[in-house]
């Protein structure tokens, strides 16, 4: 998936985060965790270098979809107990500390996507019982929001789509 799909799918994306940036309502928080998803989804397919190679081994394919899955619930299970634990998971997956050499700039996004992923499902369930957070934001969430949505919507017109994607 190239040309003008993937930053298409990343303004959707983007869209879907300035959402749960901005509100607190149940309804737009789950829209907003759709459109992360629905953008997302191609956005991990697309930075993912081993599909091709899972693609023609379905065993394995099957095995990782199974374990992703499963460790997506169990990541959401203990965000929705303990969610203050997004954050900091999330940061030390994002330190990008190399697993092999050469070091490769996505070494790390697929887990930290998995972290990212079960902490929006998890702030969603909880909107969906009725003991979701409040939004505290404010005018900050607004501001967060436009830059999110304004950098995803700048992948348009770059050169090296490579290259951003990977900031």
């Known amino acids: 998936m190239d040309g003008i799909l993937i930053p298409i799918a990343g303004v959707v994306a983007a869209l879907g985060v300035a959402v ?25 397919l697309s930075r993912t270098s081993q599909v091709q190679t899972l693609l023609d081994r379905p065993a394995l394919l099957g095995l990782g979809v199974v374990v992703g899955v499963v460790a997506l619930a169990v ?15 999330a940061l030390v997956i994002g330190l990008r500390i190399p ?19 079960a902490g929006t499902i ?28 304004i950098a995803a919507a700048s992948l348009a017109w770059t050169a090296d789509r490579d290259a951003t994607a990977y900031r």
């Not at 990541?75 to 998971?89: A, C, D, E, G, K």
């Not at 969906?128 to 949505?149: F, K, T």
């Open 20 to 44: 749960l940036l901005a509100t607190s309502t149940t309804p737009l928080r789950v829209l907003g965790a759709v459109l992360a998803g629905a953008g997302g989804v191609p956005l991990v």
């Open 75 to 89: 990541l959401t299970l203990v965000f929705m107990r303990y969610p203050w634990l997004v954050v900091p998971i």
């Open 99 to 117: 697993l092999r050499n050469p070091p490769s700039p996505t070494d790390h996004l697929l887990p930290l996507y998995l972290v990212l992923a």
């Open 122 to 149: 998890a702030l969603v369930l909880r909107s969906l019982r009725g003991n979701g957070p409040p939004n505290r934001l404010g005018y900050v969430g607004y501001a967060l929001a436009a830059y999110v949505v």
